[in-house]
T-cell receptor
């Protein structure tokens, strides 16, 4: 069974631009969660989507948003990029929301210059 | 904030058992203990989880104390490929939210 895939793997953007990252979950998984990892803050939860609905949200500004499609694929968007948004963005999928192990993708490395 | 406390680093000799401790003294009765690991520059990998009974799978064993205030992840025969940051996580309520702490950086040495 194919794992979680994320595209693109690497991205370089300029301050003020916006970016869209994509995540395809494991087949049959309906929950997708997003995390940001930086050296200073570690791994932080962004949000979770299940059945096209946002179920949980972390403490990030409104510039960070996401959505999920009917095939469970998910995208996250960051608008008006700041230097501090440089990070590894990780997507994780699970069969259901809550109480189930999550499987992570390889991440998208975003660099903002 | 994370609800767990782990030592920042540990060493283990190759072939020996690696025992990684975790304190979670404020755990609630319906919260599970999860373990993940992250090998450098990769996404975290699920290892094991449990509620109150000891658990074992092909990767590791999880020992949870009777009062559930602490647990130990055991890698029975550590290899160099087990070198990673290990995260102990208490699942917070419902939903897919995992709160990661700083984890334990395990170095397996020849």
């Amino acid at each position: 069974k194919a794992g979680v895939t994320q595209t693109p793997r690497y991205l370089i953007k300029t301050r003020g631009q916006q970016v869209t990252l994509s995540c395809s979950p494991i087949s049959g998984h309906r929950s997708v969660s997003w995390y940001q990892q930086t050296p200073g803050q570690g791994l932080q939860f962004l949000f979770e989507y299940f059945s096209e609905t946002q179920r949980n949200k972390g403490n990030f500004p409104g510039r960070f948003s996401g959505r999920q499609f009917s095939n469970s694929r998910s995208e996250m968007n960051v608008s008006t990029l700041e230097l501090g948004d440089s990070a590894l963005y990780l997507c994780a999928s699970s069969r259901w929301t809550g109480g189930d192990e999550q499987y992570f993708g390889p991440g998208t490395r975003l660099t903002v210059t | 904030d994370a609800k767990t406390t782990q030592p920042p680093s540990m060493d283990c000799a190759e072939g020996r058992a690696a025992n990684l401790p975790c304190n979670h003294s404020t755990i609630s009765g319906n919260e599970y203990v999860y373990w993940y690991r992250q090998i450098h520059s990769q996404g975290p990998q699920y290892i094991i989880h449990g509620l109150k009974n000891n658990e074992t799978n092909e990767m590791a064993s999880l020992i949870i104390t009777e009062d559930r205030k602490s647990s130990t992840l055991i890698l029975p025969h550590a290899t160099l490929r087990d070198t990673a940051v290990y995260y102990c996580i208490v699942r917070v309520g419902q939903g897919g939210k995992l709160i990661f702490g700083q984890g334990t950086e395990l170095s397996v040495k020849p």
